[in-house]
């Protein structure tokens, strides 16, 4: 099917009356997911809430399938969870770390990976260590291979970072890493949807991502892929109720799929939801989508350049989405709030979302816009000249 905006934009609400720019954040879902989401609590109201899951039984299977066709795997390789956070989580505290191992982290790191890692610490004895970036902010493949040995229990990439159009390698990141058999946990809470993703190619041995992001799906939603063969070694922190059987009185048995890492209790109207957002990107072509939003990140990078006092904080040739910059002499919550004023919708990153990196980068906060493949040439050319305006003080 031809990329074809105009219906996109007919299937999307949102759109009408907003410049909206904050996919990185929380994306406008199309009329479909609304649909699933709200004719499932539709039923539920009627027949309540186990029966309306089980008239829901087939499509609530095809949620699983089709992730598994988004990022080439078997649907019993995914779990469905309620965040990105939570996802990831659920990986990383079900690895049995011993004392002295190592977690190498990354630059990008995200606040909820970064602290539990700190907390492994703490309580396992691991160190955690992050990898030196090269001059574009990317993992340094040279430092990685010298820093791995066979201590360095898990690797933790953030592919795509929340305050930055930064890509990071993960399939070469993955290569060295099994090379010292160290796991490696993908956060591609920013990349699903907006880049093309396959766990089957990438070779990683768990990604974390979230519904509401570039998918476009509800809110409380997200997903665990975790690679069959490291599921077999690894029990959750905390047991599911219809994922682990109570064989019995004094035994119980986990399932054998990523399902080990799921709970009984679910927002079943939300995952038909998620179900929906993925069907909508694959109708859309996930080639197209990353090809097209990321030419509108581009537009707007090339005009913010144009801006005077305005500086343009991303990075590197190979960049994602995520624009952030800076206006000289104003603070960054009230650009964000000036635009709202203009109907534009568009957040900031803190250096609390992103300490390594904005440290780096001598920063406290930085303005981020996050076009999607919905945005118009003209919407941006609308917000360029919006923020033009409130460097030039013209809005204030
Ligand atoms: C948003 C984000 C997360 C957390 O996602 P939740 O669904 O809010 O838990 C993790 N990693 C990155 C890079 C993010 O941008």
Same mark, same amino acid.
């Given at each position: ?152 229990? @898990?690797?933790?990439? =953030? /592919? ?7 890509? #990071?390698?993960? *399939?070469?990141?993955?290569? &060295? $890493? ?103 990107? @694959?109708?859309?072509? =996930? /080639? ?7 030419? #509108?990140?581009? *537009?707007?990078?090339?005009? &913010? $350049? ?91």
């Amino acid at each position: 099917m031809p990329f074809d905006l105009d219906r996109i934009r007919a299937d999307t609400p949102g759109v009408m009356g907003t410049l909206f720019f904050d996919s990185a954040g929380s994306s406008l879902p199309p009329l479909p997911v609304l649909d699933a989401v709200i004719s499932h609590l539709r039923l539920e109201a009627q027949v309540g809430g186990y029966r309306a899951a089980e008239m829901a039984g087939d499509r609530f299977a095809g949620v699983k399938q089709s992730i598994a066709e988004l990022i080439g795997c078997a649907p019993n390789d995914i779990a469905l969870l309620d965040s990105a956070g939570r996802a990831w989580n659920e990986f990383f505290s079900a690895v049995p770390f011993q004392p002295g191992e190592r977690i190498l982290t990354c630059r990008a790191d995200y606040p909820s990976n970064a602290v539990n890692a700190l907390k492994a610490h703490k309580t396992h004895g691991v160190s955690v260590e992050v990898i030196p970036s090269d001059e574009f902010g990317r993992v340094d493949l040279d430092a990685l291979a010298a820093m791995l040995d066979d201590r360095v229990r @898990l690797v933790s990439l =953030v /592919e795509v970072p929340t305050n930055s159009g930064l890509i #990071n390698p993960v *399939r070469d990141v993955v290569e &060295l $890493a099994h090379q010292h058999g160290a796991l490696v946990l993908h956060d591609a809470c920013q990349s699903v949807g907006q880049l093309p993703v396959n766990v089957a190619e990438s070779g990683v041995d768990a990604l974390s991502s979230t519904g509401r992001k570039w998918l476009r799906g509800p809110r409380g939603t997200g997903f665990l892929y975790v690679n069959p063969k490291t599921t077999a070694g690894l029990e959750p922190r905390v047991l599911g109720t219809s994922t682990t059987a109570w064989t019995s009185p004094d035994g119980y048995e986990v399932a054998n799929d990523a399902s080990r890492f799921e709970q009984w209790e679910g927002n079943i109207a939300g995952f038909l939801g998620l179900g929906a957002a993925v069907d909508y990107l @694959l109708g859309v072509g =996930v /080639e197209e989508a990353s090809a097209t939003l990321r030419a #509108n990140a581009r *537009r707007l990078r090339a005009g &913010l $350049a144009q801006i005077p006092g305005a500086q343009v904080w991303d990075l590197g040739d190979e960049l994602s989405g995520i624009v952030t910059f800076t206006l000289a002499d104003k603070a960054v919550d009230s650009v964000v709030a000036e635009l709202a004023g203009h109907s534009v919708s568009c957040h900031f990153s803190r250096r609390t979302s992103a300490q390594h990196d904005m440290a780096a980068k001598g920063l406290s906060a930085v303005v981020r816009l996050s076009p999607h493949y919905f945005n118009t040439d003209s919407e941006i050319d609308d917000v360029l000249e919006l923020v033009a305006d409130v460097a030039s003080g013209l809005k204030s």
